[in-house]
């Protein structure tokens, strides 16, 4: 794993890492890392150490997949949590059918809350140089953000406003612990992946951006994945555009992804981009 990063650094460059866990029961895939116990710290201060002697820069993706877990995985066997009881639709990493998983109480949203920070925390002790909160692709907090995964009645479920306030809640946290210049955060507006699907993505990610633009102005970047990329082929998504969330953040902005598809190209030869 040192000499996979190692490899990929170089003078100025950012890495960011694969998706590590922020505690143990925020998922079980086998072989993923995770930011929790000490002896993982001192794993990752091997990698970062790694990175920094050749001049690069690397963050620690920040990871608690809800829904798409298996409870077979957790320690004792816990049932899969998520924003409402909705599974995902097909089957899982095992070749079974998605569990329905636990709506989970305030209570413990707010204890994920504190573990993302805690997770912010350690990576900056394991040498980091920031965090990225991975809020994409369909794992715990966008099964939060998006309508059609989140059928909550209280304070995070109806209005965008309540759906984006776990997210918001975190990156408080995080930026709280370890500042925001060492914050960041991902998003997949308009992503299917793991069953996604929003009422209105612009609406509801233009809540989220302006939010952060407001509160959090000096975050390190907002990585956005491209509307017009599928997760797995060539074929597009949709024929969206990330336009109306760069024009609210006027920070750093990363995005990728569907570069090879038609659309993409004819949408890049409209646009002169």
Do not use: C
């Not at 998504?237 to 920070?251: E, Q």
């Amino acid at each position: 794993m040192v000499e996979y990063y190692k490899q990929r650094a170089s003078p100025g460059g950012l890495l960011i890492t694969e998706a590590t866990f922020i505690d143990r029961l925020a998922g079980g895939y086998p072989r993923a890392p995770g930011i929790y116990t000490k002896e993982q710290i001192e794993g990752w201060k091997k990698v970062t150490e790694a990175v920094h002697q050749k001049g690069g820069i690397i963050y620690l993706q920040l990871w608690h997949i809800g829904r798409a877990n298996l409870s077979k995985l957790n320690p004792n066997n816990e049932q899969v949590v998520s924003a409402s009881a909705i599974a995902i639709p097909g089957k899982n990493i095992m070749g079974e059918d998605h569990e329905v998983p636990r709506p989970l109480e305030v209570h413990e949203i707010k204890e994920i809350v504190q573990q993302y920070k805690r997770a912010a925390l350690y990576a900056v002790e394991a040498g980091f140089d920031g965090v990225e909160i991975h809020n994409a692709n369909g794992y715990l907090l966008d099964q939060f953000v998006n309508s059609g995964s989140n059928q909550r009645t209280d304070e995070y479920g109806g209005s965008v406003e309540n759906r984006a306030r776990f997210s918001l809640e975190v990156v408080d946290a995080v930026v709280d612990a370890i500042g925001p210049e060492r914050t960041a955060i991902r998003f997949s507006p308009g992503g299917s992946f793991q069953g996604m699907g929003d009422e209105d993505p612009v609406k509801t990610w233009s809540y989220l951006t302006s939010s952060l633009q407001e509160k959090h102005s000096q975050l390190a970047y907002v990585h956005f994945i491209e509307p017009r990329s599928n997760f797995f082929t060539d074929d597009a998504n949709t024929a969206d555009s990330l336009d109306p969330f760069r024009k609210l953040w006027k920070g750093p902005f990363i995005t990728a992804g569907g570069f090879s598809t038609a659309i993409k190209h004819a949408v890049d030869n409209q646009e002169g981009s």
